[in-house]
């Protein structure tokens, strides 16, 4: 950003309020603690995280998205609820691993 440019944004700042934009922007209540999402980093060998890849693009979700419902379904144990995703992810696997 060029100097003029900068003294252009002062100069608006200074002549007007931005109490209602800033107001609309902050969320008024907290995000409940159960539903907070917290990034990770996670390190695989590129074959995996490729495989990864692939099968998201297969269900058309995100490779972070297959992740986490892949960890939560390790996490949550035999008398859990399965998602629909995940049985559907396995069936497709299943079906692929038998064309094979």
């Known amino acids: 950003m ?4 900068i003294d252009d944004l002062a100069d608006y700042y200074d002549e007007h309020d931005t109490t209602a934009e800033l107001g609309r922007a902050v969320p008024r209540e907290p995000t409940p603690a159960d539903e907070v999402m917290i990034v990770t980093s ?3 060998p590129k074959p995996v995280m490729d495989q990864v890849r ?14 986490r419902e892949w960890v939560e379904a390790a996490l949550a144990g035999q008398d859990a609820v399965v998602p629909i995703s995940v049985i559907m992810a396995a069936v497709t696997e299943y079906q692929h691993r038998r064309a094979s």
């Open 2 to 5: 060029t100097r003029d440019g």
């Open 42 to 44: 996670l390190r695989l």
């Open 54 to 67: 692939a099968r998201a693009q297969e269900r058309g979700v995100k490779p972070t998205a297959l992740i």
